[in-house]
Nanobody, 124 residues
């Protein structure tokens, strides 16, 4: 099995930056793609970005393209989400999860397991 743990969330002013981390443990060799998702209060969980565990291919939601960057460090078993120029609408709980499918996969149901999430709050 694979376990995922997110960290790095917090409170930041609009225009600021944060870096989220997703630490994987367990059978990490079985990971194909790791994705970041977010869920704001009263809204459905939505895709943010994904990356191949072995590196290279990435995918982004249009709402974060040009502001967020996903990266991976296999030596540390960690996937990062670098978030720049944050906006109040980026406020949400951010989750990472694994999928055996391609990096273009954005459906929540195709990702498992999930981490516990980390809160990001952007003040205006």
């Amino acid at each position: 099995q694979v376990q995922l743990v997110e960290s790095g969330g917090g409170l930041v002013q609009a225009g600021g930056s944060l870096r989220l981390s997703c630490l994987a443990s367990g059978l990490t060799f079985s990971i194909n793609v790791v994705g970041w998702f977010r869920q704001a209060p009263g809204k459905e969980r939505e895709f943010v970005a994904a990356i191949r565990w072995s590196g290279g291919s990435t995918s982004y939601a249009d709402s974060v393209k040009g502001r967020f960057t996903i990266s991976q460090d296999n030596a540390k078993n960690t996937v990062y989400l670098h978030m720049n120029n944050l906006k109040p609408e980026d406020t949400a709980v951010y989750y990472c999860a694994r999928t055996p499918y391609r990096v273009s996969e954005r459906r929540v149901s195709k990702y498992d397991p999930w981490g516990q999430g980390t809160q990001v709050t952007v003040s205006s």
